[in-house]
């Protein structure tokens, strides 16, 4: 007969090996670093995405114990997942809204960032039928071109506000750099001239937002974060806080440790004889008698296939080549130099073992990409495990 699972997503049970740790003290480690380089100036957390990866519940839950003065999100639907969970912190919509989710945002207390007319009516509109004055954040386009208000139409859409006054409080003014970890860019400096100027029109139409910002990790961590001669009472670092630098130059700025590991285990082990072919294609032919291990996890877990003959994994405090085509929901790895390599093992794909380290930096390079993109991209049957 069939009997009901427990009550959780059967996706976390735990049964493959493959498996993500989130360690809370690094994340703690993080955070306290933050706020001491910012002083008295709040911090938003940034945890969009699944917290790039490492599962947003439970990275948010450790965020609000540590005291964060916000959580940030992209959508509205992230922000809701968090209000499910039980998450009380005051969260910031980054991404705008659509039709459809001002409803939800006023009456799960989520701040929209607005930015065109169309959201300030729709916030009004929901905030009026709740009979509430909503909180929002106003967002300008310094340089980026992606979301924000023009600046040749900030008058105007200034004017709206002031009329929506009765439904819609200005708690924030915020802007985004688009070059911060770029450290010879003068468009930094243009951005924040811009963004200076906007503050002083948004002030000169009465408004006092009590949230200023406008930097994420690249800009805290470059010294943008408060600038000089700027205005700016909030950061908004994202993969900071979980320990990895967006450039290898910022590395050196901040003693980060990184909060994700991502493990697996060894799931079948053989000796193949010389010219053996391994894998999908047979790319990889084993020139000697090899010890070969098979691991469960694939490029639908986002180990991705770049790392076909390319990438490494650590066993028993020792790297091992990947090879041949890394597949779906496997990989191969060669463990005949590993003294005592064995069934069951612990496999590190990201993160420490023994003396070494593998960083999401390096996966990104095999990959010609940036370490959000792998840490995003872990997937989605992958459990989040958070260790104390
Ligand atoms: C993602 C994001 C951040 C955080 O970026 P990091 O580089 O992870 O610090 C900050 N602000 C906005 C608007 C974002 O979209």
Redesign the pocket.
């Known amino acids: 007969m069939f009997k009901e699972l427990p009550r959780r997503r059967a996706l976390d049970l735990l049964i493959r090996p493959t498996r993500v740790e989130v360690s809370e003290r690094a994340l703690w480690h993080n955070v306290r670093w933050v706020k001491q380089q910012i002083g008295g100036a709040g911090l938003?957390a940034?945890v969009?995405?699944n917290a790039?990866g490492h599962g947003a519940v439970h990275v948010a839950r450790v965020l609000e114990r540590e005291g964060v003065a916000m959580l940030?999100v992209?959508l509205v639907e992230e922000g809701l997942e968090l209000r499910n969970a039980g998450v009380r912190a005051p969260i910031l919509v980054?991404?705008g809204s659509y039709e459809g989710g001002y409803e939800l945002m006023v009456q799960h207390e989520l701040t929209p960032?607005l930015f065109r007319f169309e959201h300030l009516e729709g916030l009004s509109r929901a905030a009026a039928k709740l009979g509430i004055r909503a909180r929002a954040h106003l967002?300008v386009d310094t340089g980026m071109a992606r979301?924000g208000v023009q600046l040749s139409e900030l008058t105007d859409f200034l004017r709206a506000l002031t009329a929506a006054q009765t439904h819609v409080e200005l708690d924030g003014f915020?802007s985004?750099f688009a070059s911060a970890?770029d450290p010879g860019n003068p468009s930094t400096e243009e951005q924040l001239r811009r963004y200076g100027q906007a503050l002083t029109a948004v002030r000169a139409h009465g408004f006092s937002p009590r949230w200023r910002?406008v930097?994420?990790?690249?800009?805290?961590l470059s010294g943008m974060g408060l600038p000089p001669q700027t205005d700016v009472n909030l950061v908004?670092?994202?993969?900071?806080?979980?320990g990895v630098a967006?450039a290898s130059w910022l590395s050196a700025k901040a003693p980060l440790e990184p909060v994700l590991s991502w493990k697996t285990g060894v799931t079948h082990l053989k000796t193949i004889e010389p010219g053996t072919a391994v894998s999908y294609g047979g790319t990889w032919v084993a020139q000697r008698r090899t010890l070969l291990a098979t691991l469960p996890v694939g490029y639908a877990d986002g180990f991705g296939r770049s790392f076909s003959n390319r990438g490494s994994v650590l066993i028993r405090g020792q790297r091992a080549p990947v090879v041949g085509r890394v597949t779906m929901d496997m990989s191969l790895v060669d463990v005949t130099d590993v003294p005592g390599a064995a069934l069951h093992d612990e496999v590190v794909l990201l993160g420490a073992q023994g003396g070494l380290r593998l960083a999401a930096e390096e996966l990104a390079a095999l990959s010609d990409t940036i370490p959000?993109e792998i840490m995003c991209g872990i997937g989605a049957r992958v459990p989040r495990v958070l260790v104390g």
Request: hydrophobic share 45%.
């Open positions: 938003l940034v969009k995405a790039y940030g992209a980054m991404g960032t967002k979301l915020m985004h970890d910002h930097a994420n990790t690249a800009g805290v908004r670092p994202g993969i900071l806080l979980l967006p959000y």
